[in-house]
C-alpha cells in the first residue's frame, strides 16, 4: 500500500501537490487507480490514532477484495486503498531558527541549524529539541533502553532489517532451465543458414517460462512481438488489469496473470525489474537499443549498489543478475531511421565496476542460446547482451558455438588462410568483428579477398564478450597481454569491425601493444532511411570499404590492388545508387552467403 | 491547449488511459490541473461538428480567464480546458482484412495490410479505402485539386510549415549581454585566492537576465541555489503558480512571473528548454552532474535532430545553442557520497556530431565567465560546461583567462620550469589537467616537484576545450598532430590528470604520437561519503600519487627519487589515517595555495 508521506517541501521549494487543492489531489490519485485516504495534522498524539485507524481501515479494505477475488476466482482491478499523510517537514524539530521559520518549511531540510561548536543559541536550540523525546522516561540511569520499551522490538525475521524480502538473495532460488542445445540452429556449413537470432531465442525463453511459471518475468516496452520473443505468448500472456475488449480475444496477449510485463515506460519496466530481482526473483528486459538511454541513470545506480554490496555488504546475499538485451540494432533501423541508431549505452556500462558488469555480441543465434543461458544462471551482474532481431547469417555449430562464448573471442579457422602447416605462417592482416550485421560483412569482406588476393593470410577473429579486450587488470574477463598478442600478433594490422561507436574499442584496447596498428570501425553518426548496405556504406563497416582498409594497411599486396580498389570504390557507387534507385539491396547483397 | 487524441492502441496493446473507467480519465486530467472535455465518436461528420464546437468553446474558456487575469492584474491558476478526443485508431481504414479487426485496433499500426504486389484482395480493399475519400469531388479531371479547395489554405505565415514560431531561429534576437570582464576575480598571484565557481557566475547571469527579460529563463532540479547561482533571484524569482503560504515571502523566491525554472524533474526541465529554444529564446541549463545521466536519452535525440538541421535543412534558420551547466561534481561529494559520482556525461556527448557537440572544462572563475559568455552568445551547439560550486583557487586574470579559454588548451608559464632560455630546452615531463580539481592537485603535486626535483623540468598544460584532444579530422575543434605534438613534445611522458573517467581521454587521443606514454588518471569508481583529498587519493587524482606517477615515469630522477616515493606513500597513509579519523582533511591541504 502506497503511503505519500506529504510534508510539503524539497530542499529549496515546495512540492507542487502540497500546494494544489485536495480536490486536484485527490482527483488525481483516483486518476492514478487508488482510493486516496488522508491522513492531516501535527500534533503527534492524535496522528498517532489517526494513522493507526486508518491503517487498519486500509488493511481491512485490502482484504475485503482479496477475499472477493479468491471466493470467486475471478480477477478484477480494486481501487486499491492508499494514504496521503500530510504532516510538517522536520515535524517536532525546532520551531524558528534565528527568527525563521523552520519546521513545517523547507528550511528544515538536511541541517535545520549548524554552529555546533560557535552559536550557543542553537546548542540551546537543539537541547530543547532534544529534550522534547523525554530521555528520561526512555532510558535508565545507565543510559540504557527500558527493558518494557526493549520488548516492543519485533525479533528474528519480523525485524525489518532482517525480513528475508529485504535481503532477498536468501529467497533466491536458481532457474530451472531447459537444456538450450535443444534449440540449437542446424547448419552444414557455416554462412549459409539464415535466421532471426532472437526468435530462436523466444523459444528457449518460452521454456524458461514455463518451467518457472512463479519468479521469471519478461520485460519490455511494447516490444515483445516486435523483438521476435512473441513465443513466450505459448505460455503465458502480457499482465493486463484494465479493461478489456472482445476483441483482446483474437491476439492481444492479455491476462491478468500474464507473466510478460509490457509498457512503454521503460524507466517503469527498470523500476518493476530491480524491486522483482531484489526480492529474490529472475527477469529478462529487452528493448529497442537506442533507447535504452532512457534507463542511462538508473542503470548507473543500479550498478553501483552491486558493487557496494558485493564488496562491502557481507550480509546481503547475492541476487539474480539485471539481464538486458538490447535489439532491433542501430544497423537494421530501415524504415525508422537516424533517431533510432544509438550503439551508445555500451559505452556508459564500460565506465562502471568491472565487478559487476558484463557486455556480450552474440554473432548468430546458437551464441545467443548459449550467452542467454550462462545469463539467466548468474549472479550479482548486469548482463548486457546485443542481438539483433532480423534475419542474420549463422556461423556455428551449438557445440562450437559454446566453445567460442566460453572463450569469449577465438578464431574462426574456417574462415582464416593464415595457417598453411609451415612453422613461420603468421597472417598478413587480421580481420576481427564484433556484433552480428558487422560479423557478416567482415565476412564478406574476407570472402573479396580470397577472390582478388588468394595469397594474402587472413586470420579472422570474432569477439563475443567485450571485456576481453581490456587487460586481465582492468576487467576480470581481460585477456593478458600475452595471449591478445598471440591472437592478434604483436605487430599485424587489425581491422576490427565493431556494432557500436568505433572509438569503445580504442578505450578498451588502449593498452595494447602498438595499438595504434588496430583500425576500427563502426557507427560514427551517418544515417537516415537506409537499406542495410546503404547504411553500412555510410560507417564504412561494409565489406567493400574493409577491403579497401586492407588494401591500404598492408603493403605487399602490389601494383593489382590498385585495381581492386577502384573495383571496390566502384562497387559502393553501384550499390549505393542502387538502394536509392530502388529502396533496397541488391539480391546478391541480399542473398550472400559464405561458400569456401 | 492539449489535445489528447485517445485512440486506444499502441503498436502492440491497448493504451492504458483508453482502458480505464471514463471517471478515472476525468480525474487524472483534473488532478494535474485541467478541466477535461471529452469529444467521442466515430462518425467523421458528427465528429468534425462536435470538435469545432468544443474547440469553441474551449478558446471562449481562455479568452476569458486570460481577460480575468488581465482587468485584475493579478495572476491566477485556471482549471485550463483541455480535450481528450476519443476516435478509433486507423479511422476510417480498413474495418477487417483478412478476417482480423484493424480499424479500431493495434492492427492499425503502421502497415495495416501489406502484399501490394501479390495479394489481390488487399489491393482491392485499399481501393475501397482510397476511394472513401471520394476523389472526384476533391480533384478535376486532370487530377488537380479544385480551386474551391484550394482556395480554403491559408497562405504566407499562416500555413502551418511557415509559421515562425515553429521555425524559431527567425524570432530569435541576439542576447543583450552585460561585459563578462566586469565580474573577473581579481588577484595579485596565481593559485592564492579562493572563491566559490559558479557563484562568479551567477552574478553575470543574474545581469543577463535583467537586460533580457523577455527571451532568457534559467532551468534548474530545485539546485539553482545549492548550485550557487542564487544571486540572479535579486531580479527574478522561481516560476510558481500553485498556491502561497505567507511564509513564502521568506526566502521561498516564488512568484507568478519568476524566470528561474525549478522542478525536480530534470526531464520537464529539458523539454520546457528544448521547445523555448526551438521556438526562438534563450536558456540556461544546470543540474548535479551525477543526474545529468536522466536526460542522457533526450539530449541524444536534441543532438541528432541538430545535426540534422544544420547539414540537410537549409530553411531552418539557427536557435540558440542548448547551455548544460554541470555542478556539484564527484569530486566534492563530501556528504552524498558514492550515488552522486559520475562524470560519464561527457562520455555519451563525445559519441555525438562533432558538428553541434562543445565540452568546456574552466578551470577556475574568470575562465567560467569567458566560456559562458562565448556559449551563450553561440547558435546551433549542445554545449556542455562542467565546473564546480565549491571554494576553488583562482589561477588566471581575467585576460590570461580570455586567451587561455580562446586557445582552449594552454600552457602555464608561470606553473612551468622548462624554459629556461636555452636553444635545447625540452621539458622531462608533461603535466597536463582537465577539470576545476584536477587542476589544484596537478599544481600541488608540481610544487612538490620543485621542492624534491628541483632540476627536474615540468611543463604545466590545461584544458579547458576537450575536444583540442581529438585531431582536425576528427572535431572542428581538434588540435593538428603538429600543434599537438609541439605542446605535449612527441615522446615526453604526460601525466594527464582529467575530471571525468579517465579512459576518455584515450578514447579522444588515441591517433596522437606514441599515445602510450600519456597516462590519465581520472575517476574510476571508488567512492563513498569521503573528504575531498580522501576521494582524490581513492582514484589517485591527488598530488601524491601523481608524484609517484612522474617518479616511476621519468628515469633520470636518480636514487632520491625512491626516498621521496617513499614520502608520497607515507603522506597518502597519514593523509587517510587523519581523513578518516577526523572526518576532514589536514588544514595545510584544506589552505594550500601556489607559492612559486
Known amino acids: 500500500m502506497p503511503i505519500l508521506n506529504l510534508n510539503g517541501y524539497k530542499i529549496a521549494n515546495p512540492t507542487i501537490l502540497s500546494r ?115 530521555p528520561e522516561e526512555l532510558f535508565d540511569e545507565n543510559g540504557t533502553l527500558i527493558r518494557e520499551l526493549k520488548e516492543l522490538a519485533p525479533v528474528g525475521i519480523k525485524r525489518m532489517s532482517a525480513n528475508p524480502v529485504a535481503n532477498g538473495g536468501l529467497l533466491r532460488k536458481d532457474l530451472k532451465l531447459p537444456d538450450f542445445r535443444d534449440y540449437a540452429v542446424t547448419m552444414d556449413k557455416p554462412g549459409t543458414v539464415e535466421v532471426e537470432n532472437t526468435r530462436v531465442l523466444g523459444k528457449f525463453l518460452r521454456d524458461v517460462m514455463k518451467k518457472n511459471m512463479t519468479n521469471f518475468r519478461v520485460f519490455g516496452p511494447d516490444e515483445t512481438a516486435s523483438n521476435r520473443l512473441q513465443d513466450i505468448y505459448e505460455v503465458t500472456k502480457k499482465t493486463w488489469m484494465a479493461d478489456y475488449l472482445p476483441e483482446d480475444r483474437d491476439g492481444s496477449q492479455l491476462s491478468p496473470d500474464g507473466r510478460v510485463m509490457e509498457m512503454l515506460s521503460e524507466h517503469t519496466l527498470e523500476g518493476w525489474l530491480e524491486t522483482y530481482l531484489l526480492t529474490g526473483r529472475h527477469g529478462f528486459f529487452h528493448t529497442y537499443e537506442a533507447f535504452v538511454h532512457v ?48 550503439p551508445g549505452f555500451v559505452d556508459l556500462v564500460t565506465n562502471k565496476s568491472a565487478d559487476v558488469t558484463r557486455i556480450y555480441f552474440p554473432p548468430d543465434a546458437n551464441c545467443l542460446l548459449s550467452v542467454a543461458d550462462h545469463c539467466l544462471r548468474s549472479k550479482d551482474y548486469i548482463n548486457v547482451i546485443v542481438a539483433d532481431k532480423q ?18 573471442i577465438g578464431i574462426w579457422e574456417w574462415a582464416s588462410n593464415d595457417d598453411c602447416g609451415k612453422a613461420a605462417d603468421e597472417p598478413d592482416v587480421v580481420m576481427a568483428c564484433c556484433g552480428d550485421i558487422p560479423t557478416t560483412e567482415s565476412l564478406a569482406a574476407t570472402a573479396i579477398l580470397r577472390e582478388e588476393f588468394p595469397e594474402l593470410k587472413v586470420r579472422f577473429i570474432n569477439v563475443v564478450d567485450l571485456y576481453r579486450l581490456q587487460t586481465e587488470t582492468e576487467h576480470p574477463h581481460g585477456l593478458s597481454n600475452k595471449e591478445f598478442d598471440i591472437l592478434f600478433t604483436p605487430d599485424k594490422p587489425v581491422i576490427f569491425n565493431f556494432h557500436g561507436y568505433p572509438w569503445l574499442i580504442h578505450k578498451l584496447a588502449y593498452r595494447r601493444t602498438n595499438q595504434e596498428r588496430i583500425h576500427v570501425r563502426g557507427y560514427k553518426e551517418e544515417g537516415n532511411i537506409n537499406t542495410p548496405l546503404e547504411l553500412a556504406i555510410l560507417n564504412q563497416i561494409d565489406r567493400f570499404n574493409l577491403v579497401i582498409d586492407i588494401i591500404d594497411r598492408v603493403d605487399k599486396l602490389g601494383s593489382k590492388a590498385v585495381y581492386v580498389r577502384e573495383r571496390m570504390r566502384n562497387a559502393i557507387i553501384d550499390n549505393l545508387a542502387y538502394a536509392h534507385e530502388e529502396g533496397m539491396d541488391r539480391s546478391e547483397v541480399v542473398n550472400w552467403k559464405w561458400s569456401y
Chains 1, 2 share one sequence.
Not at 494544489?20 to 492524535?46: A, H, M
Not at 545506480?301 to 540494432?329: E, F, G, T
Request: hydrophobic share 35%; proline share 6%.
Open 391 to 408: 534475419n542474420h547469417l549463422q556461423y556455428l555449430t551449438m557445440e562450437e558455438a559454446i566453445k567460442h562464448c566460453t572463450k569469449g
Open 20 to 134: 494544489i487543492s485536495s480536490e486536484e489531489l485527490e482527483n488525481l490519485f483516483k486518476g492514478y487507480g487508488y482510493t486516496p485516504y488522508l491522513v492531516e495534522g501535527s500534533d503527534p498524539e492524535t496522528m498517532h490514532q489517526k494513522m493507526a485507524t486508518v491503517m487498519e481501515e486500509c488493511i481491512v479494505k485490502i482484504r475485503e477484495y482479496q477475499s472477493e477475488a479468491r471466493s470467486n476466482n475471478k480477477a478484477f482491478r480494486p481501487r486499491w486503498p492508499m494514504i496521503i499523510l500530510r504532516t510538517p517537514k522536520g515535524w517536532t524539530g525546532p520551531k524558528d531558527v534565528d527568527g525563521h521559520k523552520v519546521e513545517g518549511f523547507w528550511r528544515a531540510h538536511q541541517v535545520p541549524m549548524g554552529g555546533m561548536h560557535s552559536n550557543p543559541e542553537h546548542v540551546r536550540l537543539l537541547e530543547e529539541w532534544m529534550k522534547d523525546y523525554k
Open 295 to 342: 534507463i542511462d541513470s538508473m542503470f548507473n545506480q543500479h550498478a553501483k549498489w552491486l558493487d557496494i554490496c558485493k564488496k562491502h555488504v557481507p550480509w546481503r546475499a547475492p541476487v539474480s543478475s539485471l539481464n538486458l538485451m538490447l535489439s532491433s540494432l542501430v544497423w537494421r533501423q530501415d524504415h525508422n531511421g537516424f533517431s533510432h541508431q544509438d
